[in-house]
């Protein structure tokens, strides 16, 4: 393959040095300013492949719309596509002043130059069923993120977008690209207008490894149990006091260990204390549960209020208080009736020379809350690893494959 043949690394270069990092907890969309910095970017570029149709709306969402090529009477029976990726990178670590380098990888571990401490050991390569040896790496120079999460997925849609401008007789129907802030942040499709896409289905690009596919998360529920106590002079508290600490380390134990983030992994589930605060008087514990399967999510719910209610007889005197919150729901639900959607994925990616690789998501996506908002929407490999870490890095011919795989699909479902 030639030299950089899809643009790809160039474009990755470029976004990956203009600040992008979103916050937690701010009210606006998009979180940070800066976002608009790439967005404006974006949108100069398309507009300078030729692509005419171009929005960026006031939350920092860039829609552009590549037309349709095939003979106008064959075109609305082509369905309308969309790809996505997020603008934001992850406030976990720094963001600004990316220094990206180019590496070829020889074996051994990988040292960054500007932070002496930070290695990725041979045994964290080898956890990858791809051999790398011999790979072209981009990594940070250590001291910030890369932000290949998710500016490979941006520079493989761009890519691709410039590559069907450049080819305006490569045969296909109307292609949407959607740009969209604050992902990081649990925001990313807050502002999204579905409807409005009138896109059939689509493909987030914002998955690691080369050939992965992701159809399937977590559902998820979270809750709050509140103890009241009763507090009281300790030298005058025999008889009188209701310790809610104490009956705080009951409650914890309803949580068994061995349904926990640290025991599991794949496909089980968890419940998970997540924080805790107290006093004599009042406790509370904040926790999360998560399963892939509906039917244990709501067994788990079950074990809470079965254990709180054994405590609350341990601790008459106390009032133990437990409430549940909803969250994401599982996309399997969605993509089991819309499998030809992950179907066409799986062919793009094996037309690439590539082998797909189906992973459960152990968290929510921006994906999967497209499904219920009538978006089918799995998510694909952009090829960064180590997200959210100084460690993140991606291959330049897995973007390349990202890029050939958008091609792909694109050819798969004109024809
Ligand atoms: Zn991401």
Redesign the pocket.
């Known amino acids: 393959m030639e030299r950089d043949k899809f643009s790809v690394l160039t474009r990755f270069l470029r976004y990956v040095k203009i600040y992008t990092t979103s916050e937690e907890e701010k009210e606006e969309i998009p979180s940070t300013p800066r976002q608009f910095d790439l967005a404006r970017v974006l949108v100069q570029e398309l507009k300078e492949m030729g692509v005419s149709d171009v929005n960026m709306d006031e939350h920092c969402i860039v829609v552009a719309t590549i037309p349709a090529t095939v003979d106008p009477n064959r075109a609305p029976s082509i369905p309308t596509i969309c790809f996505i990726a997020?603008i934001d990178t992850?406030p976990e670590e720094p963001g600004e002043n990316v220094q990206p380098r180019i590496i070829i990888y020889l074996g051994g571990s990988i040292t960054f130059p500007g932070n002496p401490e930070l290695v990725i050991t041979p045994a964290e390569i080898q956890e990858i069923p791809v051999d790398m040896v011999g790979e072209e790496l981009v990594t940070s120079d250590g001291t910030t993120l890369l932000g290949a999460?998710?500016k490979a997925?941006i520079a493989e849609i761009m890519a691709a977008a410039a590559f069907l401008m450049d080819h305006p007789d490569y045969p296909h129907g109307i292609i949407k690209l959607v740009f969209t802030p604050d992902?990081?942040v649990g925001h990313s499709v807050d502002k999204v207008d579905v409807s409005n896409l009138s896109a059939a289905f689509g493909y987030t690009l914002?998955g690691d490894m080369l050939g992965v596919i992701e159809a399937e998360c977590f559902n998820a529920a979270s809750g709050v149990i509140t103890i009241q106590g009763f507090n009281i002079h300790p030298g005058y508290a025999y008889g009188k006091m209701v310790n809610a600490i104490r009956i705080l380390r009951d409650v914890i134990s309803v949580f068994p260990d061995d349904i926990a983030p640290e025991t599991m992994k794949d496909h089980d589930g968890y419940l998970h204390p997540a924080h805790i605060k107290g006093a004599v008087n009042e406790a509370r514990l904040d926790f999360i549960l998560r399963d892939f399967d509906h039917d244990k999510l709501q067994a788990k719910i079950t074990t809470i209020k079965d254990g709180i209610a054994a405590v609350q007889q341990r601790w008459p005197r106390a009032k133990i208080t437990v409430e549940f919150k909803d969250g994401y729901r599982n996309m399997k639900e969605i993509m089991d009736q819309n499998l030809r959607v992950i179907e066409i994925a799986e062919e793009a990616i094996k037309m690439a020379g590539v082998l797909p690789r189906h992973k459960a998501i152990r968290g929510g996506t921006d994906g999967a809350r497209l499904c219920f908002m009538g978006l089918p929407c799995p998510n694909l490999f952009?090829g960064g690893m180590n997200?959210h870490s100084k460690k993140e890095f991606v291959p330049v011919s897995w973007m390349e494959k990202a890029v050939l795989m958008i091609l792909n699909i694109i050819e798969i479902v004109a024809r």
């Open positions: 997020h992850s999460d998710d997925g992902e990081e914002d952009a997200f």
